[in-house]
């Protein structure tokens, strides 16, 4: 039986191993446990969003990749010379947010979202410190 993305999501390890886990209320404290601080993993997520983030998050081990599956989305990166912004308008259209960077999207319609990230040592804030 096939597994589906918005109900479990895939870990893929150091190695090069694929582990699947479901998305409960506690995925993610689960995955900093089992995955010792998901240091050297990545995150294969998917979700839905039909609101703009009310945060903004950062992901210091690696570059993220964002690419929409359905919708429109807006993602917003902050940089050391302030915003950019990178619109996703056709299914497939992806955003590759550098490690590092501060972001967070602006949704105009339901969306959905495709995300592989490496997940060691992210945050988040309400606004990126550079603006606080």
Known sequence: MPSHLFSEFAVIGPTG????EPVD???YARLDAEYG????HLLVSAHSFDEDWDT???????????VLIRGWAQLVL????????QDLARPG?????PKGAWH?????QPTQLLFITPGANTS?????PSSV
Do not use: M
């Open 104 to 108: 967070t999207a602006r949704i105009n």
């Open 56 to 66: 903004w998050e950062v992901h210091p081990a690696g570059d993220e990749l964002v």
């Open 124 to 128: 988040n804030a309400e606004k990126p």
């Open 93 to 97: 259209d992806f955003c590759l947010v």
């Open 17 to 20: 191993t694929v582990d699947l």
């Open 37 to 40: 601080g998901f240091d050297g």
């Open 25 to 27: 209320p506690s995925l």
């Open 78 to 85: 902050q940089g050391p010379n302030g915003e950019t912004t």
